[in-house]
C-alpha cells in the first residue's frame, strides 16, 4: 500500500488541518470530480479519483479477475482511477476525505451521509443493531432505508420506537434526509466475520437479478428481507 495522501516533511512540513489527511503526494493528480466526470469547485463534495497514468508500480491488476480491477476502478470515470471515496478538496489543495461513496446517498440532490444517520439510530434506547441505506426513488433519485433489530425488552410501542427514530433524524440531520422509512426485522445479513451488508439490502430492494456474495452467512436471510419489503412495498416490491 502506498500513501496518495500526505504530509511530506521531507519535503515540505504544511500546516496540519483537522479532518484531512494532507495534499497528494508526489506522482499523484488526485481530483474531486461531479457526476459528470468533471472537477469541482474547491470545498464541493464530489468523488476522489486520480488522473492517469498512476506513479509506477501501483494497482497493477486484481489476482484472477481483470475485468473486475477494469470495471470497478476505471470504468466509471475515463482517464481516472476510482478511489470508492467520496470528499473535497479545499482553496489551499488539503484533501477531506468523507466516507465510502457506499455510504454516501444523492436525495433530490444533496449528498448525505447514510453512517451519519446509522449513527441517529443506533443511538435510540430500543435498537440493538441497525443499518441504514438508499434504495432507488423516482422523484429524488434516491432516498433512505433504515433495518432495526430490537433489543428483547423494550416497554415502547413499535409505532413509538419508529415515530421517534424518524424524529431523531430529522433532527439530528435534518428535513433534507428524507428519513421517513423503518422497518424492524429479526436479523441482519452478515458476512462470516460478522459485518452487516448493506449492498446486499440495497440490492434487494432495488436490483431483479442480484448476485447472492459468498461471504453471506445465511442465504435464508435473503427470502425473510424480501418478505418484510413486499408487505411494506419497499422498492421494486411496491
Request: charged residues 25%; aromatic residues 8%; hydrophobic residues 40%.
Amino acid at each position: 500500500m502506498l500513501a496518495m495522501l500526505a504530509n511530506m516533511v521531507g519535503v515540505e512540513l504544511l500546516e496540519s488541518k483537522v479532518g484531512s489527511a494532507g495534499k497528494p503526494v508526489c506522482g499523484y493528480d488526485i481530483q474531486i470530480l461531479n457526476e459528470n466526470g468533471l472537477e469541482t469547485k474547491p470545498d464541493e463534495e464530489g468523488y476522489i479519483a486520480i488522473k492517469l497514468p498512476l506513479p509506477p508500480g501501483t494497482l497493477m491488476n486484481i489476482w484472477g479477475d481483470t475485468e473486475r480491477f477494469k470495471k470497478g476502478y476505471f470504468e466509471r470515470f475515463p482517464d481516472f482511477y476510482f478511489s470508492g471515496d467520496g470528499g473535497y478538496k479545499d482553496s489551499d489543495g488539503y484533501v477531506f476525505v468523507t466516507g465510502r461513496v457506499d455510504d454516501i446517498i444523492n436525495v433530490a440532490g444533496h449528498r448525505l451521509s447514510t453512517a451519519e444517520m446509522e449513527e441517529v439510530v443506533s443511538n435510540h434506547t430500543d435498537v440493538a443493531e441497525c443499518a441504514v441505506f438508499g434504495i432507488h426513488c423516482d422523484l429524488k433519485g434516491q432516498q433512505p432505508l433504515g433495518l432495526i433489530v430490537l433489543k428483547s425488552k423494550t416497554s415502547h410501542q413499535l409505532d413509538q420506537i419508529q415515530n421517534q427514530i424518524v424524529l431523531n433524524v430529522r433532527e439530528e440531520i435534518g428535513a433534507v434526509a428524507s428519513f421517513r422509512n423503518v422497518l424492524v426485522v429479526n436479523r441482519l445479513p452478515k458476512t462470516r466475520s460478522g459485518k452487516i451488508m448493506r449492498k446486499l439490502l440495497r440490492n434487494i430492494a432495488d436490483v431483479d437479478d442480484f448476485k447472492v456474495p459468498s461471504t453471506l452467512n445465511d442465504v435464508q436471510i435473503i427470502s425473510e428481507i424480501q418478505d418484510i419489503y413486499m408487505s411494506h412495498r419497499i422498492g421494486k416490491f411496491q
